[in-house]
């Protein structure tokens, strides 16, 4: 089994940094793809960021200029910067994972329990 676990949500003023880290633990072959998705109550949970192992990164347009994903392969660890926040940004963030057990095995995909980022004065 794999789990991931959250950190670095929380309370910050609009034009504010937050930075999430999320540290995948486990017994696995690769962890192919790192990422982040949010979700607010009534809507759908949406692409924030993600990373592959090759560190190819895709994110959605609405935080590309604000936000920075990066990984530690070492670590097994995803962190999400995030700079100039809005209000518009809070939600639930949810680290996201898709990992190769062994050699020649499929890919599982797995998921975070959440942390709450709220952007409010």
């Known amino acids: 089994q794999v789990q991931l676990v959250e950190s670095g949500g929380g309370l910050v003023q609009p034009g504010g940094s937050l930075r999430l880290s999320c540290a995948a633990s486990?017994?696995?072959?690769?962890?192919?793809?790192l990422g982040w998705y949010r979700q607010t109550p009534g809507k759908q949970r949406e692409l924030v960021a993600t990373?592959?192992?090759?560190?190819?990164?895709n994110a959605a347009d609405s935080v590309k200029a604000r936000f920075s994903i990066s990984r530690d392969n070492h670590k097994n660890t995803v962190y999400l910067q995030m700079n100039s926040l809005k209000p518009e940004d809070t939600a639930v963030y949810y680290c996201?994972?898709?990992?190769?057990?062994?050699?020649?095995?499929?890919?599982?995909?797995?998921w975070g329990q959440g942390t709450q980022v709220t952007v409010s004065s």
């Open positions: 990373i592959t192992s090759g560190y190819n990164t």
């Open positions: 486990g017994s696995f072959f690769e962890v192919h793809e």
């Open positions: 996201y994972a898709r990992i190769i057990q062994s050699y020649g095995h499929r890919h599982s995909d797995y």
